[in-house]
């Protein structure tokens, strides 16, 4: 009997419904079971009030009848809480039977949903497309398949020509309307059928336009490998928030992708090896509230990015080995405090990325190891306090760095060890208070650096050890209050320094221990009303050196130790009496 009691127990294993017992084998059991069960407690009973009985003087016997009744009036609780027992047991095999006709009529929903889905004509599709997301919504077990589903329709081979093969009659907007079905579950988040944490995937799907726009994603959504040609894909005014997202792979092709006004909050989104070509994708007015963008190693081709008026507070955007040729790259009045954006050996070749009016606070800007061929970098009235913008090992070939009109307080740019051959860096106009700028170890062949028109107060520039073969380094009409520009054992075989027309007013011009072999420096018209001029221990064996027509009004300038030897030309001005020439 225990065997097959076993048996029967094994077998009921995995069923909603148990097999019952039979009622021969039930009824006997049951009678033992309230007999055994009436005896013990017709004891114990008569066992307490005897012992109360003991208790009393004068001791009153027990009656039999208070015995009885106190074992009935349990026995009858007893068979209260098993009536109650055995009526939730009905209730629940009745709910399982009922959620087990909700099952297989939800099953018959989704088979159904899957066949219309599949159809050939497009009006059924989008029935389908609707029964599909209805019976999500009745199904939480099951809403992550009927999601999967709906993306995996999306995944398929699609022909967007009308005469490409494999074209189909009504496709796009099936298409176009299972986008919208996700967008309209992805917009309210504390709806009880919202989508948002749910996972999406659209690797390799092709967009040619859609709609995601204020969409809410918090868990893993997949672009891998996504194209998106044509047309105009939204993500305006989009959420993403813990979760990731990812566009690895991903091609921009002549379309128009926006996520104007985007919020990317705790998140990371990769655009690792995108590829951006002839397309133009919006990011203006996003904000990166501690989030993660990886355009590592993304291509742009004559594509445009803007970032305009974005906000990077203690964000991270890394484009680090990106390639930009051609095309526009923009950050203009962006807010970078606090972040970090990378460029590190980025490729630059006739693109123009501009960071016009941007705002630096405590942020740094990485373009190490960067390569620019033609094209042009702008900083054009930019804003720096206490940033830091490094262009060390860079390599600049025709390239344009822009920096007029900006302002640094206690900023510093760092051009260390950089490869100067062609084009521009422009600082004219700019206003450095406190702030560093860092040439050291430099080599310059063709370049100019211009500071024409600068004021600098109470800051730093350095050449120190830089390499001068070629082009010049301008500092026309600037004025110096307070700064330090340091050539330290800088070397000069070609190429012109030119300080013009400068005010020096305190502070002090660097030379010691440079080396001169055909360069030119000249200070023609400059005004001394403080400061130092050093060229202590300065080795001059060809090129000029110039001071004429300078106007002495105060501060020095410093030739002890230097040699003179060959064919250099020094035309001290009004410095011959100071120095006994």
């Known amino acids: 009997m225990a065997i097959s009691l076993r048996r029967r127990r094994e077998a009921a294993q995995g069923r909603y419904t148990p097999e019952l017992w039979s009622f021969w084998i039930v009824a006997p059991l049951a009678l033992v079971a309230v007999g055994a069960l009436s005896l013990v407690l017709y004891h114990y009973a008569y066992e307490l009030l005897a012992h109360a009985a003991d208790a009393q003087r004068p001791r009153k ?81 099951q809403r992550q398949v009927c999601i999967d589903v709906l993306c995996a329709y999306l995944r398929m081979p699609y022909q967007p020509v009308p005469e490409g093969e ?129 355009f590592t190693k993304a291509k742009f081709s004559g594509s445009t990015v803007y970032f305009t008026s974005s906000d990077f507070s203690g964000s991270t955007v890394d484009f680090s080995g990106a390639e930009f040729s051609g095309g526009e790259f923009s950050f203009t009045s962006a807010d970078v405090s606090g972040g970090e954006l990378y460029f590190t050996s980025a490729k630059f070749n006739g693109s123009k990325v501009d960071f016009s009016d941007a705002e630096f606070s405590g942020g740094e800007l990485y373009f190490t190891g960067a390569e620019f061929s033609d094209g042009e970098v702008s900083f054009t009235s930019a804003k720096f306090s206490g940033s830091t913008v490094y262009f060390t090992n860079a390599k600049f070939n025709g390239s344009k760095v822009d920096l007029r009109y900006a302002e640094f307080s206690g900023g510093k740019v760092n051009f260390g060890a950089a490869e100067f051959t062609g084009g521009e860096v422009d600082f004219r106009g700019v206003e450095l208070s406190d702030g560093k700028v860092y040439y050291g170890y430099a080599e310059f062949s063709g370049s100019k650096i211009n500071f024409g028109t600068a004021r600098l107060s109470g800051s730093e520039v350095y050449f120190d050890r830089a390499e001068f073969s070629g082009g010049e380094v301008n500092f026309a009409r600037a004025e110096f209050s307070g700064s330090r520009i340091n050539f330290t054992r800088a070397l000069f075989s070609g190429g012109e320094v030119n300080f013009d027309c400068a005010e020096f007013s305190a502070g002090e011009v660097n030379f010691t221990r440079t080396t001169y072999n055909g360069s030119k420096v000249s200070f023609d018209r400059t005004t001394y009303s403080g400061g130092k001029v050093n060229f202590a221990g300065a080795v001059f064996s060809d090129g000029e050196v110039s001071f004429a027509h300078a106007m002495l009004q105060g501060g020095e300038v410093d030739f002890s130790d230097a040699t ?11 410095f011959r009496q100071a120095l006994g020439a």
């Open 61 to 141: 016997p027990v009656d039999v009848n208070d015995v009885i009744k106190t074992t009935v009036t349990v026995l009858t609780l007893t068979g209260a809480v098993l009536a109650g027992v055995y009526a939730y047991r009905k209730q629940r095999i009745a709910e399982g039977d009922a959620h087990r006709a909700d099952a297989s009529q939800l099953a018959d929903r989704y088979t159904t949903a899957a066949e219309q889905l599949g159809h050939e004509q497009a009006a059924v599709r989008l029935a389908g497309v609707y029964a599909l997301a209805r019976l999500a919504d009745d199904w939480e077990e």
């Open 166 to 294: 494999g074209h189909k009659v009504g496709e796009r907007e099936v298409r176009l309307t299972i986008i919208s079905v996700i967008r309209d579950h992805l917009r309210n988040p504390a709806a009880t059928t919202a989508w948002c944490t749910y996972a999406l995937d659209f690797t390799g799907t092709t967009f040619d336009g859609g709609d995601l726009s204020q969409s809410c994603f918090r868990g893993e959504v997949y672009f891998t490998g996504a194209e998106f040609s044509d047309g105009e894909v939204h993500f305006t005014g989009a959420e993403f928030s813990d979760g990731e997202v990812h566009f690895t792979g991903a091609k921009f092709r002549g379309g128009k992708v926006h996520f104007t006004g985007a919020k990317f909050s705790g998140s990371t989104v990769h655009f690792t090896s995108a590829k951006f070509s002839g397309s133009e994708v919006s990011f203006a007015y996003t904000t990166y509230g501690g989030s993660e963008v990886d």
């Open 564 to 574: 003179c030897d060959g064919g250099v030309v020094l035309d001290m001005g009004p």
